[in-house]
């Protein structure tokens, strides 16, 4: 059974850092691209980041130069290093591994930033 388990979300005032850890388990993370999804109240779920097997990373214009997505194979774990933090940051982070067959999905971890 593959489980995604996220955490390290909070309240942090707005110009603050956090880091976002995805902990995988009945799945080998080296082989999946893994991804952060958020979604704010009344709004769309959106991509945040993704890394490929390969370490290609990808992100959404309104977050580029502010957050990294890393991975660390041995430890079967993905990150979400979030800098520099907007209140419109604000949402549910979902962490993501997704294969040519199936996409997984945490259960997702509250970021909260203050004004």
């Known amino acids: 059974q593959v489980q995604l388990v996220e955490s390290g979300g909070g309240l942090v005032q707005a110009g603050g850092s956090l880091r976002l850890s995805c902990v995988a388990s009945?799945?080998?993370?080296?082989?999946?691209?893994m991804g952060w999804y958020r979604q704010a109240p009344g709004k769309q779920r959106e991509l945040v980041a993704k890394i490929t097997s390969d370490g290609r990373t990808n992100y959404a214009d309104s977050v580029k130069g502010r957050f990294t997505i890393s991975r660390d194979n041995t430890k079967n774990t993905g990150y979400l290093q979030m800098n520099s933090l907007k209140p419109e940051d604000t949402a549910v982070y979902y962490c993501?591994?997704?294969?040519?067959?199936?996409?997984?999905w945490g259960q997702g971890t509250q970021v909260t930033v203050s004004s």
């Open positions: 993501t591994a997704s294969s040519l067959w199936r996409t997984d």
């Open positions: 009945g799945i080998s993370i080296s082989s999946n691209t």
